[in-house]
T-cell receptor, first 113, second 114 residues
Framework: GAGVSQSPSNKVTEKGKDVELRCDPI?????LYWYRQRLGQGLEFLIY????????KSGLPSDRFSAERTGESVSTLTIQRTQQEDSAVYLC???????????FGPGTRLTVL | LAKTTQPISMDSYEGQEVNITCSHN???????ITWYQQFPSQGPRFIIQ???TKVTNEVASLFIPADRKSSTLSLPRVSLSDTAVYYCLVGDIGRYSSASKIIFGSGTRLSIRP
């Protein structure tokens, strides 16, 4: 069956531009997560959705970051006024329930020049 | 806050059993322990999850002592394809009130040699 998909797979942008990253979770998965992974480092949790509700957004690194989710479907992560430090792979995952196995997408590699 | 501590790297040889230990001294009563595997340029992949004692599946075993302050991922008879980064994750996502409670950490980079 279809797994978690993310688009674009790669994004190169100039400093100061806004970018929007998309995640399509596995159908029926109520929970959705966004992570950031810098080169050679571990995963940094950003935000978690249960349905279209985000219980806590404090994992987002700054107010330039925001995320939305439509129902129990697509989610978008928006980074405004991108900075070079935002360069990383952004990973999305979904799961059936709250403690269940997370299924990860392939990630979006963001490069800010 | 259930912070996890793992060795940065480990080396082993094909056919050997590999054990990776994760420390989580502040684990909470409702926390589960989950291990993920990540290959380069891919998202992490679930390996195994447990709450206490021992859990075994087709790819690994997870040993959790009674105090639950550590856990050990055991990979039997590793092959070259087991070369990856392994993450220990502790948490009860269903009751997370703070995003900072979901922590993957830097993981353990496992290298398997012929």
């Amino acid at each position: 069956g279809a797994g978690v998909s993310q688009s674009p797979s790669n994004k190169v942008t100039e400093k100061g531009k806004d970018v929007e990253l998309r995640c399509d979770p596995i159908s029926g998965h109520t929970a959705l997560y966004w992570y950031r992974q810098r080169l050679g480092q571990g995963l940094e949790f950003l935000i978690y959705f249960q349905g279209n509700s985000a219980p806590d957004k404090s994992g987002l690194p700054s107010d330039r970051f925001s995320a939305e989710r439509t129902g129990e479907s697509v989610s978008t992560l928006t980074i405004q006024r991108t900075q070079q430090e935002d360069s990383a792979v952004y990973l999305c995952a979904s799961s059936k329930g709250q403690i269940n196995e997370q299924f990860f997408g392939p990630g979006t590699r963001l490069t800010v020049l | 806050l259930a912070k996890t501590t793992q060795p940065i790297s480990m080396d082993s040889y094909e056919g050997q059993e590999v054990n990776i230990t994760c420390s989580h001294n502040n684990i909470a009563t409702n926390d589960y322990i989950t291990w993920y595997q990540q290959f380069p340029s891919q998202g992490p992949r679930f390996i195994i999850q447990g709450y206490k004692t021992k859990v075994t599946n087709e790819v690994a075993s997870l040993f959790i002592p009674a105090d639950r302050k550590s856990s050990t991922l055991s990979l039997p008879r590793v092959s070259l394809s087991d070369t990856a980064v392994y993450y220990c994750l502790v948490g009860d996502i269903g009751r997370y009130s703070s995003a900072s409670k979901i922590i993957f950490g830097s993981g353990t980079r496992l290298s398997i040699r012929p």
